[in-house]
């Protein structure tokens, strides 16, 4: 998949730096969301679009934006991201995109007319025929819809996400995935994404309050501004190349003195125990954190890239009195998780 930056695509060639060449798209096929989780109503668009591009010799694009429109004019009250631009980017690639075109959503992109945007899409972009949601709107104050886009002379497919894409309990949304996490009902919102939920990160340096607890964690970057899920739950983690590729037994070649850790519930994984909030016990700076423990593990895995899949909720996140409290919790959760871990099949 090709991956471009809009401002690259519509600058004129005098406004380019040194190392910039405009680029040239071929003709596509175009669906515009924030496509947050890439869940299966997401899944059904991008069906639509190749399926469209297949019968008219068209590329498959996605649009996207960055930052999402409600970060941008609100990022404190902005809804937690399914998926950071790193996983939505391989999402969207694993499902058949061919183009991705991320539009910086600042000031000037919100200020377009839906005139100027149709051009843009039809003259800068090549586009030729566009996958849409009923409800998708677009131009300053939200002039635009498909019907305009439609008299501009491009084709286009709306998508009733409520009829056409929708489970026995109503419509599939990133807001409704987002709810089921929170409440860590996992098994529900993995039928909606249409697979488990993980989350990528590099593992990067923390406090190394874990380690003088005898439980240290590998502390992995999440890469948004807070996390859709909180709490205490099991987990299992691959190592990735920087194809994104599962590493074999990546983890495993990494642990030292024997200690290889106990076996997870897909290939090439280990088992591990994460927290991922703010650490309410930890007298630090609450930022939200991804911290798991592998049990029964000695390695190095710092500069790792793991994806870390949710298998089980535990519970939430708990306030301990003193560092010994919180120790002797975090030994509860452990050994009620690996319990929990001994009771699985693997896949």
């Not at 991201?81 to 980017?89: G, P, S, V």
Request: charged share 20%.
């Amino acid at each position: 998949m090709n991956t471009y930056f809009l401002e690259q695509l519509i600058a004129s060639p005098s406004d380019f730096f040194a190392n910039t060449c405009p680029v040239d798209l071929a003709p596509c096929v175009l669906t515009i969301g924030n496509f947050d989780g890439v869940h299966l109503g997401h899944q059904a668009m991008l069906n639509q679009v190749r399926k469209i591009g297949h019968a008219q010799n068209l590329g498959a694009a996605v649009m996207i934006f960055e930052p999402q429109p409600r970060e941008f004019f609100a990022p404190d009250k902005a809804p937690a991201r399914l998926t950071n631009f790193a996983e939505k980017q391989a999402l969207l690639a694993e499902y058949g995109v061919e183009t991705l075109i991320v539009a910086g959503f600042d000031t000037d992109f919100r200020s377009l007319s839906a005139q100027s945007f149709a051009d843009i899409l039809a003259l800068r972009l090549n586009v030729k025929a566009l996958v849409l949601g009923d409800d998708f709107r677009f131009g300053h104050d939200r002039t635009g819809d498909s019907q305009f886009l439609r008299d501009y002379g491009l084709q286009v497919t709306n998508l009733h996400t409520v009829t056409d894409v929708s489970d026995n309990a109503g419509r599939i949304s990133s807001t409704r995935i987002r709810d089921l996490l929170l409440a860590g009902n996992i098994d529900a919102a993995n039928t909606l994404l249409g697979r488990e939920y993980a989350i990528t990160g590099l593992v990067v340096g923390g406090d190394r309050i874990g380690r003088t607890m005898n439980f240290p964690t590998a502390n992995i970057e999440l890469n948004r501004l807070k996390p859709a899920l909180h709490g205490i739950f099991a987990v299992d983690v691959v190592c990735l190349d920087d194809e994104g590729r599962v590493i074999p037994n990546g983890l495993v070649a990494r642990a030292d003195s024997g200690k290889t850790g106990i076996t997870g519930l897909r290939p090439d994984s280990l088992f591990g125990t994460a927290n991922i909030g703010t650490r309410p016990s930890v007298d630090k700076a609450h930022s939200w954190r991804l911290e798991v423990h592998f049990p029964e593990l000695q390695a190095d895995l710092y500069g790792l890239t793991l994806q870390v899949r949710f298998l089980h909720y535990l519970h939430g996140e708990r306030r301990y009195d003193g560092l010994e409290a919180l120790k002797a919790g975090i030994h509860q959760d452990v050994a009620e998780l690996i319990k929990w871990r001994s009771q699985q099949k693997a896949d």
